[in-house]
């Protein structure tokens, strides 16, 4: 008969499984924090009706219902997948309700922490910046109205589509010696900078392009830009600024405003993003140390005036730019993030934001590269 020693720590393992077991807490109910929906009257204004879809980009903010698992999901998020499902149904109900702010209810119960702070809100979304599910979702919505659960990878989302808040802009500062914040760029008094505000404003008027006489005379950091701002949202500006932006009609340009910082002239832009491929030719910087392998200007230039034949022959772009292109995108097709008018150089920008979706532009020189540009859409 076969005799069994007895194993110390066999005991000791069952003794630490039963008390761990007794000391683990079980996980709240998904919605035991969440206000209780006794009493709450549902807001006929907050609810989609008919189906619709629109072509234009959409404001919306959102509440996220993370689960464990789930794509980017915080490490405290402990709930089950169905637990996620019933807290967004919850919370959905609580949304749609009166006297219900949708903002406030993203600041306390939403998981999407980069969002939250700012009430849910994801701003204006345009064609593919959303995962399809949202984005269609969204687009399905008339102002006021919130969607039922939209199920993504992250999570469990509830959208509220609202008035657009963001707006765009591009400013021309004139300032002189003495006046606070800025310096001008190149010496002058208050009366001179007047003038040259007076004079730059009637060119405006005429018709000259505002980024070339940003770049020229602005004294703001952005001239380098041409005088744009990023796109922003209301309330996060200095209020003088949003003032002026927003009481301008899309395209408006501002009378001349005097501050203590010098003369300002504003143009509000329309809110537009775009996405675009970028081929990039660099050559030789001959104030610069020899690159090996870059060719001269001149080889560049006949690289680049060949491949623009070949496109406007119909071959594709995206081969080209992995072919050939020096950019950073090359092995993608130059293929660029979502870009707004800020975030490309003045002579890019000016060309980008002029084509029409599947446009591709002429060659563009930026010393020390040339550049094509296929928009998207």
């Known amino acids: 008969m076969p005799t069994y020693r007895h194993n110390p720590f066999i005991g000791i393992s069952i003794c630490l499984a039963l008390l761990l077991g007794a000391c683990e807490k079980p996980l709240p109910a998904p919605t035991e924090d969440l206000p209780p929906l006794t009493g709450l009257l549902p807001d006929p204004e907050k609810m989609p009706t008919a189906a619709r879809s629109s072509s234009d980009s959409v404001s919306v903010s959102q509440i996220l219902i993370s689960y464990r698992g789930a794509k980017e999901a915080y490490r405290k998020v402990k709930r089950s997948h169905s637990q996620a499902r019933q807290r967004a149904e919850h919370l959905l109900v609580l949304a749609r309700s009166q006297k219900q702010d949708f903002a406030d209810l993203a600041r ?10 700012a009430g849910g809100k994801l701003g204006v979304i345009g064609p593919g910046e959303l995962h399809p599910d949202l984005e269609s979702a969204a687009r399905k919505l008339d102002l006021g109205q919130i969607s039922a659960p939209v199920e993504s990878p992250r999570g469990f989302h509830l959208l509220h589509r ?17 006046a606070k914040r800025y310096q001008p760029r190149t010496s002058r008094s208050k009366a001179e900078a007047e003038a040259l505000a007076q004079k730059l404003h009637a060119q405006l008027l005429a018709g000259a392009p505002f ?3 940003a770049l020229s005379h602005s004294d703001l950091p952005n001239h380098v830009q041409g005088g744009v701002y990023a796109i922003f949202d209301q309330g996060s ?17 501002s009378a001349i405003i005097e501050t203590p910082t010098g003369f300002h002239i504003v143009r509000r832009l329309p809110v537009e993003r775009i996405l675009l491929r970028i081929l990039r030719i ?8 020899p690159k090996p392998g870059i060719p001269s200007q001149e080889e560049a230039k006949a690289l680049a005036e060949s491949l623009y034949r070949q496109l406007k022959q119909g071959a594709d772009f995206a081969s080209l730019a992995a072919s050939h292109s020096n950019g950073p995108a090359k092995s993608i097709g130059g293929r660029q993030k979502i870009l707004g008018r800020s975030q490309l150089m003045p002579a890019l920008n000016h060309e980008a934001f002029a084509l029409a979706p599947g446009g591709i532009s002429q060659i563009i020189e930026q010393n020390p590269s040339f550049y094509l540009l296929k928009r998207v859409r």
Do not use: C, W
Not at 108 to 117: A, E, G, I, W
Not at 237 to 253: A, D, K, R, S, W
């Open 108 to 117: 306390r119960f939403s998981d999407d922490t980069k969002t939250s702070k």
């Open 162 to 178: 609202h008035m657009d808040s963001e707006a765009q802009a591009e400013e021309i500062l004139i300032s002189y010696h003495g």
């Open 211 to 213: 980024a070339q006489l």
């Open 237 to 253: 500006q200095n209020p003088q600024f949003e003032e002026i932006v927003f009481t301008l009609p899309v395209g408006g340009l």
């Open 282 to 289: 660099d050559y030789q910087d001959v104030h610069a140390k």
